[in-house]
């Protein structure tokens, strides 16, 4: 059965470095990886997206290893407003699947 | 440039009654999809639609269907609602751009929150 999965929750500090890794052992040859964060109340918001090896952007970094049964989102210097959910989603044929989500605290 | 909407934001319904929810898609995008997040739970996918038909379904009952419009909005309808529909319904839309390119990127609206009692 195909699964995401993830770190139920994460605490960090501000200025420190976080990365959340979602597994997905049966992603498929031309599904993609998609992160996604979720304040309370609101819809998830795009932050990132990849196929293989990493991709990064202005607000974080995602690492995909070859064998794509994983996938690390990397956020540089967190401060409190990244305080929020975190979801990984992939697309297994026709059913796309979020995650749990991970839960990230970030203190002062 | 709007983003996707939805509306209402809020609805309260009874059991066994029946609900429309509404979602306007992010200007240039032509895919929209609908999802369920229950309380402290991740979304779950319900279904996509795309040239107004279903295109993708989740593990949903009949009991949820949609529409796509020309002007590419959507509706969810929920028949017979059960206690356990309470959610916050998502929608996201995304452009489609090839059946081989890959996962489109999806941006969701705010939601609709849902209460039945």
């Known amino acids: 059965l195909a699964k995401t999965t993830q770190p139920i929750s994460m605490d960090s500090y501000e200025g420190q470095e976080v990365n959340i890794t979602c597994s997905h052992n049966?992603?498929?040859?031309?599904?993609?990886i998609t992160w996604y964060q979720q304040f309370p109340s609101q819809g998830p918001r795009f932050i990132i997206q990849?196929?293989?090896t990493k991709v990064t952007n202005e607000v974080a970094s995602l690492f995909i290893p070859a064998d794509r049964k994983s996938s690390t989102l990397s956020l540089p210097r967190v401060s409190l407003s990244d305080t929020a959910v975190y979801y990984c989603?992939?697309?297994?044929?026709?059913?796309?699947?979020f995650g749990a989500g991970t839960r990230l605290t970030v203190k002062p | 440039d709007a983003g996707v909407t939805q509306s209402p934001t809020h609805l309260i319904k009874t059991r066994g009654q029946q609900v429309t929810l509404r979602c306007s898609p992010k200007?240039?995008?032509?895919?929209v999809s609908w999802y369920q997040q229950a309380l402290g739970q991740g979304p779950q996918f319900i279904f996509q639609?795309?040239?107004?038909?279903?295109?993708q379904r989740g593990n949903f009952p009949d009991r949820f269907s949609g529409h796509q419009f020309p002007n590419y909005s959507s509706e969810l309808n929920v028949n017979a609602l059960w206690l356990g529909d309470s959610a916050l319904y998502l929608c996201?839309?995304?452009?489609?751009?090839?059946?081989?390119?890959?996962?489109?990127?999806?941006?969701f609206g705010p939601g609709t929150r849902l209460l039945v009692l």
């Open positions: 989603l992939v697309e297994y044929g026709n059913d796309m699947r």
């Open positions: 200007s240039g995008h032509d895919t």
């Open positions: 049966n992603i498929a040859t031309n599904d993609y």
């Open positions: 990849g196929y293989k």
């Open positions: 996201a839309s995304s452009f489609f751009s090839g059946w081989t390119s890959g996962q489109e990127t999806q941006y």
């Open positions: 639609y795309y040239e107004e038909e279903e295109r």
